[in-house]
């Protein structure tokens, strides 16, 4: 701390006067220091004590703006150092993003405490200079020699610009100070009207601020304002106007002070600059474009339209860990500036949100041909080769495109819109661009509800089981049911599997839905067996692959069968050909152990996953599912329909010889079940046996079996 202490003393002593001695003035800073380290690790967080500080720097009188401009740089570029050993031990919260936005804000801070300070010193100079003034030409109407001295000395010798005006406007006496300010002479000066002194680009509503002054609407005006020099150079001042009324209140005339504040207005440039803008490119940052998007909605009319172009390299994460950030960042810049050249000419906003992503606002002409224009000609721009160093990068981009009416939408809208789109593009491919779509997005946010919506609907009892008869077709028997979950969705009503099924697999709540589908199929199938003995009716419950790569799945089959009594060899879980597989290519280890359990396995939908054949002698599965296309086609009577029988019975030959059995699925006809039968196929399922029923239909139908059973045998 001393150290930086001392070189901040000797860095201010270099850039202007010191009023106090050496060892003083290092005292004062070392204070100064340790109060901003202990702000740069305070927690919570608070930039207040920098503003203390730059209070601080002026009330010692050090007021030069090179002083204000080392300590700001050297709090970014020394401080930070010398504070970062005491936040990088274990107990340190933080990152280095947020300790660069705690320097930004000290930073910040600092500046304005000083800025601040230094005005409300100006300002009460300004006050007592013009105290003194009034005073002197009081004393002048009583003792006019001793009063026009006192005058003198204090109108001419300010070191502040001093004018005197009429109520209209002419130009009646200034100082030295003045003169020497705008570089004109004092009879130049008279001969002017204060009209002639504003400047073309003054805020809007100053003139009429004056002209309500001299109105006697107020009796005094504070701006800070732009003026011409005679030389054609301009200047910031910090201006003060007071009005001098007559003895009945009449105005009389004004008396403006003016102070140089050039060097401090170029420094609040500098930082709100770096505040709006990248460091990197230069572009504008996503504070600025947001700045300015939310000002055409304020200003826009309902129907004025407004476009977004947001882009996002494709592979730069790549670029970056092969060839270095350095050369990252060269690319960044390369793109930027292309971005920006390429819509130079129509006025278009280009900014970097961060990272490898733009944005162009297109504020006019902003139709959906115009932008999706635009979208082209940014694929085409970014696509050109960039040549950095020694290498040679092709680059290409996403992006998403999105236009509208002001009054059909809002900055958030546009922004997440814009985003969502972006996204698509990514998912599609990359090197594209994708227009908003609000139908696609109403789809997905629909599917985000229903995955919100799905763990609270298991927990409310939502969800329930129809099941479907597996027959055998050499007797008709029942020999299994399939158990097929239904969602009874309090809004949308009943949904089938295939409504939720995969988002549950996409969310992993697929491990909690399947744990209880399967329990719940347990105990329906032990109370079958148990009043049914006879009958051994298998069930067969779907196992998603996210459910088969669970290391638990063993435990969990385990567990249902010992709390429901359920004999192994009565279920059967059913596996597509991609879940069986593991990602080496080899069946996951959970089938022998589910196998040794004693549970049945089999493949569900043969036929339209890998369908490779010679993996089947390496699995312990008991029985194939024929997919439904295959079934389908053996109804019709044309060529296909003859060569998809020709694939069953093939099928159905080659599950014999490995031991296994054979289910048809999906059998609509009579047709299909008789020449499925005469194929040797051991069962099927489908509506032209029953469709997916509750419970109780399953527990009727075996009812009925049973008293059929027991007639033929009476």
């Given at each position: 701390m001393e150290l930086y202490a001392r070189r901040w003393a000797m860095a201010l002593a270099g850039r202007g006067f010191v009023p106090t001695s050496a060892a003083e003035h290092q005292r004062l800073l070392l204070g100064q220091t340790e109060q901003l380290a202990?702000?740069?690790?305070?927690?919570?967080?608070?930039?207040?004590?920098?503003?203390?500080?730059?209070?601080?720097?002026?009330?010692?009188?050090?007021?030069e703006p090179e002083m204000l401009d080392w300590s700001v740089r050297a709090l970014g570029d020394q401080f930070r150092a010398l504070v970062a050993p005491a936040s990088a031990g274990p107990e340190a919260s933080g990152s280095e993003p947020e300790a660069s936005a705690r320097v930004a804000a000290l930073q910040g801070a600092l500046a304005a405490g000083f800025a601040r300070a230094l005005r409300e010193q100006t300002l009460t100079q300004q006050e007592r200079i013009a105290r003194s003034v009034w005073e002197a030409r009081d004393r002048v109407e009583r003792a006019l020699r001793d009063s026009e001295a006192r005058f003198r000395a204090v109108f001419v010798d300010a070191a502040i610009g001093i004018g005197i005006a009429d109520i209209d406007g002419r130009i009646l006496d200034v100082n030295r100070a003045f003169t020497e300010l705008l570089g004109y002479s004092a009879a130049e000066l008279r001969e002017m009207n204060v009209a002639a002194l504003f400047h073309p680009d003054d805020a809007a509503g100053m003139w009429e601020l004056y002209q309500e002054l001299i109105e006697g609407k107020h009796d005094t005006?504070?701006?800070?304002?732009?003026y011409h020099r005679k030389d054609g150079s301009a200047i910031w001042t910090d201006l003060a106007v007071s009005l001098i009324r007559h003895d009945d209140g009449r105005p009389r005339f004004t008396v403006a002070m003016v102070e140089d504040v050039t060097e401090r207005h170029r420094l609040q440039q500098r930082l709100r600059h770096q505040a709006s803008h990248d460091p990197l490119t230069g572009l504008p940052n996503r504070t600025l474009f947001l700045d300015r998007l939310g000002e055409l909605f304020a200003g826009g009319e309902p129907d004025d339209r407004v476009g977004i172009c947001f882009l996002d390299l494709d592979g730069f994460k790549a670029v970056n860990d092969s060839l270095g950030h350095a050369l990252g960042d060269n690319l960044l810049v390369t793109v930027a500036r292309r971005l920006a050249d390429s819509v130079a000419g129509q006025g278009y906003l280009v900014a970097r949100m961060g990272g490898d992503e733009f944005m162009i606002l297109l504020d006019h002409d902003a139709g959906c041909r115009a932008v999706k224009a635009m979208g082209d000609r940014i694929l085409a721009t970014v696509a050109e080769p960039v040549q950095i160093g020694e290498h040679r990068l092709a680059v290409t981009a996403s992006i998403g495109l999105v236009s509208g009416p002001l009054g059909t939408t809002s900055v958030a809208e546009l922004m997440k819109a814009a985003d969502v789109t972006l996204h698509w593009a990514k998912a599609e491919g990359r090197d594209r661009?994708?227009?908003?779509?609000?139908?696609?997005r109403a789809r997905e946010q629909a599917r985000s509800a229903l995955v919100a919506a799905m763990s609270v609907g298991l927990a409310r009892g939502e969800f329930l089981i129809d099941y479907q008869p597996i027959v055998a077709l050499a007797d008709g028997s029942i020999c299994a049911v399939e158990a097929l979950v239904r969602w009874r969705h309090p809004e949308r009503g009943l949904l089938g599997p295939d409504e939720f099924i995969g988002l549950a697999e996409e969310t992993g709540l697929i491990i909690e839905l399947g744990r209880w589908v399967l329990t719940r199929a347990c105990e329906a199938a032990s109370r079958w067996h148990r009043e049914f003995p006879d009958a051994r009716v298998v069930v067969s419950v779907n196992l998603a692959a996210r459910q088969a790569g669970d290391p638990s799945i063993v435990d969990t089959v385990s567990e249902a069968l010992r709390r429901t009594d359920l004999p192994a060899d009565l279920l059967q879980l059913e596996l597509t050909e991609s879940a069986v597989m593991a990602t080496a290519g080899e069946p996951l280890p959970a089938l022998r152990r589910l196998a040794a359990l004693g549970v049945r396995l089999a493949i569900d939908d043969f036929g339209t996953g890998y369908s490779n054949l010679a993996y089947l002698r390496r699995l312990p599965i008991h029985n194939l599912k024929l997919a439904g296309p295959f079934v389908e086609g053996i109804r019709s009577g044309d060529r296909q329909g003859l060569v998809d029988g020709r694939i069953v019975d093939a099928l159905v030959r080659l599950a014999h010889a490995l031991g296994l059995t054979v289910t048809a699925e999906a059998v609509e006809t009579v047709g299909q079940a008789d020449q499925l039968r005469a194929l040797g196929c051991d069962a099927a399922q489908g509506r032209y046996f029953a469709p997916p029923a509750p419970e109780a239909e399953i527990i009727r139908r075996l009812a009925a079996r049973a008293e059929q059973r027991r007639g033929g045998t009476a």
């Open positions: 202990r702000a740069m690790l305070a927690e919570p967080f608070t930039a207040q004590p920098a503003y203390d500080v730059g209070r601080a720097l002026v009330d010692a009188q050090l007021t005006v504070r701006v800070e304002k732009r661009w994708v227009s908003y779509d609000p139908a696609r």
